[in-house]
């Protein structure tokens, strides 16, 4: 009889037992091997939730609820799903001692059978495993219908010098000690989006199939999780052949059988992979070019990214409950490009909405090409001019304090009152506010806390500013110009200043972009970017200005995040600290 | 001859170099064994700078600049100071393959030796050791002067059920197997504040002297990083004596003889501590009554409070580089006590300003109990109405949009503009604005995002509601009433709209609070408060506007931490996720 393997490529909210429930027992019909992803029956990441009373209790009653479902059901299935193992004391009063990150058997007539505990445990950037689970340590092969199974769970497919263990390794072990033979390895994963992944997982599959000599099926879980994007893009590999992939960002179920991939194991597996710091944040930086200059995107990673945007934006607008958007257009490209993608994100009963907030210093073309862009969307746009309330607020201040109204003070009293009447519309229609930063704003503090820097969501906090006219090219390529020509070709500017440019204090983002991932990706000093090609001046002036805005990052919303390392809850970095070896070395 | 420990219970900046390299100069010269904290030589928590490039080859140089300085030196004096050890590759291009949190020996004539890597690594609420350091996994027996100390770092001390192993078991176990005769058991640390530590580390450090019968040293540092505070409160302790004491929240140094120390080792020791999560987060709840109450602060845990609060203020001024501080008085409790404390931490050549901003439903008793406070502690106050401001937004928007503008529309609008404003004055001034927010609030999230939840940093966002007043009683008792009776005894509303009162949508604080506290630090559900004698509607009430709030502490300023477990940095909860089995569980 042959095997057939049903990789099921799952998407729920974070704790919605109910609807896995009914999934599973949906799910579960035909003969074969059935896969659900790491911690499928929880989502992931939990946080601190898997500590939360409700949430243990609750999960328990259902894992019971399960395996009671299980006991009664019959036929030639089984399935795999990734979920958490409570281990608790009699004395520990409801405290788990331990909490494992496991893979469970789903046995009909019998129950449900903890296989295999996960044994890397990654705990770098977003990833806080370690806080939650206790590791594994032990191999498993799993045997159905006459064949072997190698189980792995995620982070255990990645050898890597931050942990004491290499998973393949001790199962190529074992099966050379015992000469065992090994027909396919799972791995159940859950694993985020970022435009290099895909490219990763498919290589490091190529490996462990080869060193196996037999298929590798790789399940990924599907869903935005706040900052954090699951992909699916589930696959299986035999060798060198990628035999099948799962849709992106989509949920999907795809029946093989394994006794019909075909494929040839002779060549020699590439070299073991090696996770380290820099690997994993991989940067997109040409460093051959002096200065270095970003790896541009071709147009099917500016697909990837803005398939991840319009999905993120949608799962958290989703679960949030909002069914209106709002943006706050400039007549600038970072705002223009977060309408563009809001507006190819709607779905039926979704609406957005667009508000001009004009100051004195405010230019005609600004007001025309906002205009002209809501005009060619159809998406409703308001005018609320801010030069009244800014001049009565600097009247205030003048009657009432001493201190001059100039200069900053009175450039960022303009930032918040916007922020003010943004948030007064959000408060009147119930729309979610989308913020329209750019991660080289955040990276250099190129924005007034409480004022442009509001929102919900940040859609383009993990994107350069000429990664979003590399997105805004795209788009207009491939949807038919919904930027207008006029928003792309004018210099960017804030406008909260006579004539003020963004390249009048900062040196051109072709030049800056690079510095800064050189900066945030790669952890590069003065000394690294005087090799890469930039001067003094320019290190000195964008090192400090990095440096001096931590205050105004920690305070941002959350960041779809697209990039191995972003401004999100991975970016760990203390606010009150000495900078002065950091402008000198 | 006598054997000498020096205490060096010090306080740098993160990352001062230069600085704690002439103070590791200065201070390496009488005779005797001097002890520096846990990662003396960089500060503590580093987060990711301990992974930026020139910060590793700044630190590099440095302790190569220290080794070197160690060399030329003579003298009968050691120390051990902790510090960070880098472990590279030749093949690894810079970039560290472990890093360890360890103890140099500091040896006249020699230079520096790693004596001993940190064996448990804290990766719990703040913790992240595990994402940057590696574990050592040898006992170290260090002798000096013809005596055997047992060295440990920080966590060390505290067995858990987190980590696998115990180190004063595997040192006690070394003890016995080989006959030895320890003289003294030192633990370098770097230990955060909070109310109820003190009395833990006494209690353990006991267990441990007795263990070993001999004296226990206790050296932890003093700074305040961001959110987080060092208190200092170094001691020796010896069997169940507590010999001395160095200063709490700042730097001490303290000189002792171990001959001379005298004590009794006879008792038996406590038993072994347990550190779970409900240990770790020890809530302040009484749940012998119905409903469960908080524990109230003592005069002395008042006076540490207090102490905390001003020290971590000043500590993020200073670092920051603030002399003036900025707060927005509403006549209500907390911005008073913010006030107040503010008052109190005020060192020369810094300056604090109020301003009221009144909106038409603030009361006249608001405007008389500001002035009244203001004029008492000598404070400028500034009016800044935002009656006009309030209605000229109110006519734009309703002759703008046909959506009402009443209820929570136009209660935000007033907080916003304040913000505004607030932040308009900071940035004429360069004053550091103070949050008034307090933890109550901060739970059920009734407060308007970038209006009243505006600020650098919250003093009182760890303290709930019931300990604002608490704490404001200590203070008008001690410090001769700065607070007007008037303001203690109103009721607390947020004048947003006519005759508001908090208690007309939420239950009474000294409910509320350990409600609150229950769910945060005992991380309670339903089932569990209403074993504690709430009622069903109130839980439901509570639990939904904790649960429906997460997104608006996400974006929340850092909050100076004076409790086990706090909404800051260590709280990381979902805001996507599925809430529904919480409020039925």
């Given at each position: 009889m042959k095997t057939t393997v049903i990789l099921h490529q799952t998407h729920h909210t974070l704790a919605d037992f109910d609807a896995i429930f009914e999934t599973t027992v949906g799910l579960l019909k035909g003969d074969g091997l059935h896969l659900f992803p790491e911690l499928y029956l929880t989502g992931y990441p939990l946080q601190d939730l898997v500590l939360q009373r409700p949430f243990m209790e609750s999960y328990q009653e259902y894992l019971k609820d399960l395996n009671d479902w299980a006991k009664k059901q019959n036929g030639k299935w089984r399935a795999l799903v990734g979920g958490i193992a409570y281990e608790f004391e009699s004395s520990s009063g409801g405290i788990p001692t331990k909490i494992r990150n496991v893979i469970y058997e789903v046995v009909p007539g019998e129950g449900l059978k903890n296989l295999y505990t996960k044994r890397l445990l990654p705990n770098y950037d977003i990833f806080d495993e370690q806080k939650y689970f206790s590791k594994g340590s032990q191999n498993a092969f799993y045997q159905f219908n006459g064949k072997t199974f190698g189980l792995l769970i995620c982070e255990d497919m990645w050898a890597s010098?931050?942990?004491?263990?290499?998973p393949c390794e001790l199962m190529l072990q074992e099966v050379a000690e015992k000469k065992m033979s090994v027909d396919a390895i799972i791995n159940l994963s859950a694993s985020p989006f970022d435009v290099a992944k895909k490219k990763k997982r498919h290589e490091r599959a190529k490996t462990i199939s080869l060193q196996f000599a037999c298929p590798f099926f790789y399940l990924n879980r599907v869903g935005g999780e706040d900052e954090v994007i699951f992909d699916g893009n589930s696959f299986v590999m035999a060798g060198p052949k990628l035999i099948t992939e799962l849709k992106s960002f989509e949920q999907d179920s795809l029946s093989i059988s394994l006794d019909d991939i075909q494929s040839e194991y002779t060549e020699k597996p590439v070299q073991r992979f090696e996770n380290t710091w820099e690997g994993l944040f991989s940067p997109q930086l040409d460093t051959s070019r002096k200065p270095a200059a970003m790896k541009g995107w071709n147009d099917e990673e500016c697909s990837e990214v803005l398939e991840a945007l319009i999905f993120g934006l949608q799962e958290y607008a989703t679960k949030s409950g909002f069914k209106k958007f709002l943006v706050a257009l400039s007549g600038g490209m970072d705002s223009a490009l977060v309408l563009a993608i809001v507006k190819l994100a709607l779905k039926p009963g979704q609406s957005v909405e667009a508000i001009y907030m004009p100051s004195m210093y405010s230019s005609s073309v600004s007001t025309g090409l906002s205009e002209q862009m809501c005009k060619k969307l159809g998406i409703p746009l308001s005018y609320l001019p801010i030069k009244f309330l800014h001049s009565a607020v600097k009247n205030a201040f003048t009657q009432t304090f001493?201190?001059?109204?100039?200069?900053l003070t009175d450039e960022n009293v303009q930032s918040r009152l916007r922020g003010t009447l943004l948030y007064t519309r959000s408060n009147q229609t119930g729309a979610m506010v989308i913020n329209t930063s750019n991660k080289s704003e955040l990276a250099v503090g190129y924005s007034t806390q409480y004022g442009d820097s509001?929102?919900?969501?940040?859609?383009?906090?993990?994107?350069?500013k000429t990664e979003v006219y590399r997105l805004g090219d795209y788009i207009n390529q491939h949807f038919g110009n919904l930027i207008p020509e006029g928003i792309i070709h004018r210099g960017p500017s804030a406008e909260l200043r006579e004539n003020q440019l963004d390249q009048d204090s900062l040196p051109p983002y072709e030049r800056l972009d690079p510095m800064l991932e050189g900066i945030l990706?790669?952890?590069?000093?003065k000394k690294q970017l005087l090799e890469l090609g930039y001067s003094e001046a320019e290190i000195t002036k964008v090192l400090h200005l990095y440096l001096k805005s931590e205050y105004k990052r920690s305070q941002f919303c959350p960041i779809l995040k697209?990039?191995?390392?972003?401004?999100?809850?991975?970016?760990r970095m203390p606010m009150?600290?000495?900078?002065n070896y950091q402008l000198n070395t």
């Amino acid at each position: 009889m042959k095997t057939t393997v049903i990789l099921h490529q799952t998407h729920h909210t974070l704790a919605d037992f109910d609807a896995i429930f009914e999934t599973t027992v949906g799910l579960l019909k035909g003969d074969g091997l059935h896969l659900f992803p790491e911690l499928y029956l929880t989502g992931y990441p939990l946080q601190d939730l898997v500590l939360q009373r409700p949430f243990m209790e609750s999960y328990q009653e259902y894992l019971k609820d399960l395996n009671d479902w299980a006991k009664k059901q019959n036929g030639k299935w089984r399935a795999l799903v990734g979920g958490i193992a409570y281990e608790f004391e009699s004395s520990s009063g409801g405290i788990p001692t331990k909490i494992r990150n496991v893979i469970y058997e789903v046995v009909p007539g019998e129950g449900l059978k903890n296989l295999y505990t996960k044994r890397l445990l990654p705990n770098y950037d977003i990833f806080d495993e370690q806080k939650y689970f206790s590791k594994g340590s032990q191999n498993a092969f799993y045997q159905f219908n006459g064949k072997t199974f190698g189980l792995l769970i995620c982070e255990d497919m990645w050898a890597s010098s931050f942990h004491d263990v290499d998973p393949c390794e001790l199962m190529l072990q074992e099966v050379a000690e015992k000469k065992m033979s090994v027909d396919a390895i799972i791995n159940l994963s859950a694993s985020p989006f970022d435009v290099a992944k895909k490219k990763k997982r498919h290589e490091r599959a190529k490996t462990i199939s080869l060193q196996f000599a037999c298929p590798f099926f790789y399940l990924n879980r599907v869903g935005g999780e706040d900052e954090v994007i699951f992909d699916g893009n589930s696959f299986v590999m035999a060798g060198p052949k990628l035999i099948t992939e799962l849709k992106s960002f989509e949920q999907d179920s795809l029946s093989i059988s394994l006794d019909d991939i075909q494929s040839e194991y002779t060549e020699k597996p590439v070299q073991r992979f090696e996770n380290t710091w820099e690997g994993l944040f991989s940067p997109q930086l040409d460093t051959s070019r002096k200065p270095a200059a970003m790896k541009g995107w071709n147009d099917e990673e500016c697909s990837e990214v803005l398939e991840a945007l319009i999905f993120g934006l949608q799962e958290y607008a989703t679960k949030s409950g909002f069914k209106k958007f709002l943006v706050a257009l400039s007549g600038g490209m970072d705002s223009a490009l977060v309408l563009a993608i809001v507006k190819l994100a709607l779905k039926p009963g979704q609406s957005v909405e667009a508000i001009y907030m004009p100051s004195m210093y405010s230019s005609s073309v600004s007001t025309g090409l906002s205009e002209q862009m809501c005009k060619k969307l159809g998406i409703p746009l308001s005018y609320l001019p801010i030069k009244f309330l800014h001049s009565a607020v600097k009247n205030a201040f003048t009657q009432t304090f001493p201190e001059s109204f100039e200069g900053l003070t009175d450039e960022n009293v303009q930032s918040r009152l916007r922020g003010t009447l943004l948030y007064t519309r959000s408060n009147q229609t119930g729309a979610m506010v989308i913020n329209t930063s750019n991660k080289s704003e955040l990276a250099v503090g190129y924005s007034t806390q409480y004022g442009d820097s509001v929102g919900a969501l940040s859609l383009l906090g993990d994107l350069y500013k000429t990664e979003v006219y590399r997105l805004g090219d795209y788009i207009n390529q491939h949807f038919g110009n919904l930027i207008p020509e006029g928003i792309i070709h004018r210099g960017p500017s804030a406008e909260l200043r006579e004539n003020q440019l963004d390249q009048d204090s900062l040196p051109p983002y072709e030049r800056l972009d690079p510095m800064l991932e050189g900066i945030l990706s790669y952890r590069l000093g003065k000394k690294q970017l005087l090799e890469l090609g930039y001067s003094e001046a320019e290190i000195t002036k964008v090192l400090h200005l990095y440096l001096k805005s931590e205050y105004k990052r920690s305070q941002f919303c959350p960041i779809l995040k697209v990039k191995a390392k972003s401004f999100g809850f991975g970016y760990r970095m203390p606010m009150s600290k000495n900078i002065n070896y950091q402008l000198n070395t």
